[in-house]
Protein backbone atom coordinates (compact mmCIF):
# COMPACT_ATOMS: atom_id res chain seq x y z
CA UNK A 1 0.00 0.00 0.00
CA UNK A 2 0.92 3.48 0.32
CA UNK A 3 3.38 4.59 2.85
CA UNK A 4 6.60 6.95 3.63
CA UNK A 5 8.43 6.03 6.00
CA UNK A 6 11.52 7.36 7.99
CA UNK A 7 14.52 5.19 8.61
CA UNK A 8 15.14 6.52 12.61
CA UNK A 9 12.80 7.50 14.64
CA UNK A 10 14.92 10.04 17.68
CA UNK A 11 18.42 11.88 16.04
CA UNK A 12 20.22 13.32 18.78
CA UNK A 13 22.79 15.85 17.51
CA UNK A 14 25.11 18.14 18.99
CA UNK A 15 25.22 21.43 18.64
CA UNK A 16 27.01 22.65 15.57
CA UNK A 17 27.04 19.34 13.84
CA UNK A 18 25.82 18.45 10.52
CA UNK A 19 21.95 16.40 10.61
CA UNK A 20 20.80 13.91 7.54
CA UNK A 21 16.93 12.51 8.40
CA UNK A 22 16.37 9.90 6.00
CA UNK A 23 12.89 8.93 4.03
CA UNK A 24 11.79 5.99 1.78
CA UNK A 25 8.78 6.30 -0.03
CA UNK A 26 6.59 3.46 -1.72
CA UNK A 27 5.04 5.23 -4.78
CA UNK A 28 7.02 5.52 -8.05
CA UNK A 29 4.36 7.51 -9.06
CA UNK A 30 4.99 10.06 -6.79
CA UNK A 31 5.85 13.44 -8.17
CA UNK A 32 6.39 15.87 -5.97
CA UNK A 33 7.99 15.48 -2.01
CA UNK A 34 8.11 17.86 0.65
CA UNK A 35 9.71 18.14 4.27
CA UNK A 36 8.12 19.51 7.25
CA UNK A 37 9.19 21.08 10.93
CA UNK A 38 6.35 20.51 13.70
CA UNK A 39 7.14 21.49 16.74
CA UNK A 40 4.85 20.59 19.85
CA UNK A 41 1.85 21.81 20.26
CA UNK A 42 1.97 23.45 16.43
CA UNK A 43 0.97 22.21 12.61
CA UNK A 44 3.84 21.49 9.84
CA UNK A 45 5.87 24.17 9.04
CA UNK A 46 7.03 24.32 5.19
CA UNK A 47 10.91 23.25 4.92
CA UNK A 48 11.71 22.34 1.39
CA UNK A 49 10.01 20.84 -1.66
CA UNK A 50 11.80 18.90 -4.38
CA UNK A 51 10.38 17.58 -7.69
CA UNK A 52 11.07 14.44 -9.25
CA UNK A 53 12.67 16.08 -11.99
CA UNK A 54 15.24 17.11 -9.64
CA UNK A 55 18.22 15.48 -7.64
CA UNK A 56 19.16 18.08 -4.81
CA UNK A 57 17.79 21.86 -3.61
CA UNK A 58 19.40 23.81 -1.43
CA UNK A 59 17.39 26.36 0.62
CA UNK A 60 19.13 28.66 4.04
CA UNK A 61 20.97 25.95 6.20
CA UNK A 62 18.67 23.30 4.25
CA UNK A 63 19.70 20.32 1.26
CA UNK A 64 16.66 17.92 0.04
CA UNK A 65 18.26 14.91 -1.93
CA UNK A 66 16.13 12.46 -4.39
CA UNK A 67 16.84 9.20 -5.24
CA UNK A 68 14.20 7.99 -7.55
CA UNK A 69 16.44 4.88 -8.72
CA UNK A 70 16.42 3.66 -4.61
CA UNK A 71 13.05 5.83 -3.71
CA UNK A 72 14.92 7.49 -0.92
CA UNK A 73 14.86 11.21 0.52
CA UNK A 74 17.03 12.77 2.47
CA UNK A 75 17.03 16.13 4.33
CA UNK A 76 20.37 17.95 5.52
CA UNK A 77 20.18 20.80 8.26
CA UNK A 78 23.92 22.48 7.66
CA UNK A 79 25.26 23.48 11.89
CA UNK A 80 22.16 22.01 13.38
CA UNK A 81 21.05 25.21 16.06
CA UNK A 82 18.73 24.07 19.25
CA UNK A 83 15.45 25.82 17.56
CA UNK A 84 15.98 22.87 14.92
CA UNK A 85 14.65 20.70 17.64
CA UNK A 86 10.89 19.32 16.37
CA UNK A 87 9.23 16.29 14.56
CA UNK A 88 10.39 16.32 10.38
CA UNK A 89 7.93 15.06 8.30
CA UNK A 90 9.08 14.06 4.88
CA UNK A 91 5.94 13.64 2.43
CA UNK A 92 4.71 12.74 -0.82
CA UNK A 93 1.99 13.46 -3.25
CA UNK A 94 1.09 11.50 -6.56
CA UNK A 95 0.77 12.87 -9.99
CA UNK A 96 -2.49 14.69 -10.70
CA UNK A 97 -4.12 14.33 -6.82
CA UNK A 98 -3.70 16.63 -4.13
CA UNK A 99 -3.32 14.14 -1.23
CA UNK A 100 0.08 14.31 1.01
CA UNK A 101 1.04 10.99 2.30
CA UNK A 102 3.13 11.24 5.36
CA UNK A 103 5.73 9.18 7.32
CA UNK A 104 5.85 8.88 11.07
CA UNK A 105 8.34 12.06 11.72
CA UNK A 106 11.95 12.04 13.08
CA UNK A 107 12.84 12.99 16.38
CA UNK A 108 15.37 15.72 16.40
CA UNK A 109 17.13 16.57 19.17
CA UNK A 110 19.60 18.99 19.39
CA UNK A 111 22.17 19.02 22.43
CA UNK A 112 23.84 21.70 23.71
CA UNK B 1 -0.21 38.95 5.55
CA UNK B 2 -2.02 36.64 7.31
CA UNK B 3 -1.08 32.78 7.20
CA UNK B 4 -3.55 29.82 7.48
CA UNK B 5 -5.87 30.14 10.46
CA UNK B 6 -7.98 27.67 12.57
CA UNK B 7 -10.61 27.95 14.83
CA UNK B 8 -11.42 27.04 17.54
CA UNK B 9 -7.95 26.05 18.84
CA UNK B 10 -9.04 23.27 21.13
CA UNK B 11 -12.54 21.69 21.71
CA UNK B 12 -13.99 18.49 24.03
CA UNK B 13 -16.75 17.22 22.94
CA UNK B 14 -18.76 13.55 24.05
CA UNK B 15 -19.04 10.53 22.10
CA UNK B 16 -22.12 10.70 19.28
CA UNK B 17 -22.30 14.38 19.17
CA UNK B 18 -21.47 16.83 15.91
CA UNK B 19 -18.19 19.12 15.47
CA UNK B 20 -17.28 21.81 13.44
CA UNK B 21 -14.17 23.08 12.86
CA UNK B 22 -13.13 26.01 10.53
CA UNK B 23 -10.32 27.28 8.42
CA UNK B 24 -9.09 30.67 6.92
CA UNK B 25 -6.62 30.25 4.16
CA UNK B 26 -3.15 32.01 3.17
CA UNK B 27 -4.22 34.50 1.21
CA UNK B 28 -4.09 34.12 -2.19
CA UNK B 29 -5.04 30.65 -2.43
CA UNK B 30 -8.08 29.10 -3.26
CA UNK B 31 -7.68 25.36 -2.21
CA UNK B 32 -8.25 23.64 1.17
CA UNK B 33 -6.97 20.17 2.48
CA UNK B 34 -7.96 18.79 5.91
CA UNK B 35 -6.08 16.33 7.71
CA UNK B 36 -6.36 14.50 11.02
CA UNK B 37 -2.89 13.67 12.81
CA UNK B 38 -3.12 11.36 16.07
CA UNK B 39 -0.85 11.54 18.73
CA UNK B 40 3.02 10.23 17.61
CA UNK B 41 1.94 9.72 13.88
CA UNK B 42 1.78 11.89 10.87
CA UNK B 43 -0.65 13.58 9.26
CA UNK B 44 -3.82 11.75 7.22
CA UNK B 45 -5.56 12.91 4.41
CA UNK B 46 -9.08 13.17 4.94
CA UNK B 47 -10.24 15.63 1.91
CA UNK B 48 -9.59 18.51 -0.25
CA UNK B 49 -11.66 21.58 -1.30
CA UNK B 50 -11.48 23.58 -4.63
CA UNK B 51 -14.10 25.86 -6.16
CA UNK B 52 -16.86 24.75 -3.47
CA UNK B 53 -16.29 21.35 -4.39
CA UNK B 54 -14.95 17.87 -2.86
CA UNK B 55 -11.86 17.11 -5.20
CA UNK B 56 -10.22 14.13 -3.68
CA UNK B 57 -11.05 12.08 -0.39
CA UNK B 58 -8.68 9.99 1.92
CA UNK B 59 -10.00 6.99 3.53
CA UNK B 60 -12.20 8.30 5.98
CA UNK B 61 -15.57 7.31 6.62
CA UNK B 62 -18.80 9.75 5.10
CA UNK B 63 -19.40 10.93 8.82
CA UNK B 64 -16.44 13.41 8.05
CA UNK B 65 -17.62 15.65 5.39
CA UNK B 66 -17.13 19.44 4.47
CA UNK B 67 -18.43 22.45 2.83
CA UNK B 68 -16.33 25.26 1.19
CA UNK B 69 -17.38 28.82 1.02
CA UNK B 70 -16.96 31.43 -2.04
CA UNK B 71 -14.48 33.29 -0.29
CA UNK B 72 -12.00 29.92 0.04
CA UNK B 73 -12.77 29.09 3.59
CA UNK B 74 -13.30 25.93 4.75
CA UNK B 75 -15.65 23.71 7.48
CA UNK B 76 -14.75 19.94 8.48
CA UNK B 77 -17.73 18.31 9.91
CA UNK B 78 -17.73 14.93 11.71
CA UNK B 79 -20.74 13.62 12.72
CA UNK B 80 -21.22 10.74 15.47
CA UNK B 81 -18.00 11.52 17.27
CA UNK B 82 -15.81 7.88 17.87
CA UNK B 83 -13.36 7.99 20.97
CA UNK B 84 -11.00 7.64 18.13
CA UNK B 85 -11.53 10.65 16.65
CA UNK B 86 -9.53 12.63 19.14
CA UNK B 87 -6.45 14.06 17.09
CA UNK B 88 -5.33 17.09 16.31
CA UNK B 89 -7.32 18.41 12.87
CA UNK B 90 -4.88 20.40 10.43
CA UNK B 91 -6.15 22.20 7.64
CA UNK B 92 -3.98 23.05 4.94
CA UNK B 93 -4.24 25.51 2.10
CA UNK B 94 -2.47 25.69 -1.60
CA UNK B 95 -2.71 27.14 -5.03
CA UNK B 96 -5.09 26.13 -7.86
CA UNK B 97 -4.54 22.49 -8.61
CA UNK B 98 -1.91 21.91 -11.49
CA UNK B 99 -0.06 24.57 -10.23
CA UNK B 100 2.83 25.33 -7.55
CA UNK B 101 0.75 23.20 -4.81
CA UNK B 102 3.23 23.57 -2.31
CA UNK B 103 0.63 22.73 1.10
CA UNK B 104 0.69 25.53 4.14
CA UNK B 105 -0.78 24.30 7.35
CA UNK B 106 -2.41 25.90 9.80
CA UNK B 107 -1.56 25.93 13.64
CA UNK B 108 -4.63 22.73 13.96
CA UNK B 109 -7.85 22.10 16.02
CA UNK B 110 -7.25 19.90 19.15
CA UNK B 111 -10.15 17.51 19.32
CA UNK B 112 -10.80 15.01 22.31
CA UNK B 113 -13.71 13.40 21.98
CA UNK B 114 -14.37 12.00 26.33
Known amino acids: GESVGLHLPTLSVQEGDNSIINCAYS??????FIWYKQESGKGPQFIIDIRSNMDKRQGQRVTVLLNKTVKHLSLQIAATQPGDSAVYFC???????????FGQGTTLQVKP | DAGVTQSPTHLIKTRGQQVTLRCSPKSGHDTVSWYQQALGQGPQFIFQ???????QRGNFPDRFSGHQFPNYSSELNVNALLLGDSALYLC?????????????FGPGTRLLVL
Open chain 1, 91 to 101: AERASNTGKLI
Open chain 2, 49 to 55: YYEEEER
Open chain 1, 27 to 32: NSASDY
Open chain 2, 92 to 104: ASSNTPGTKETQY
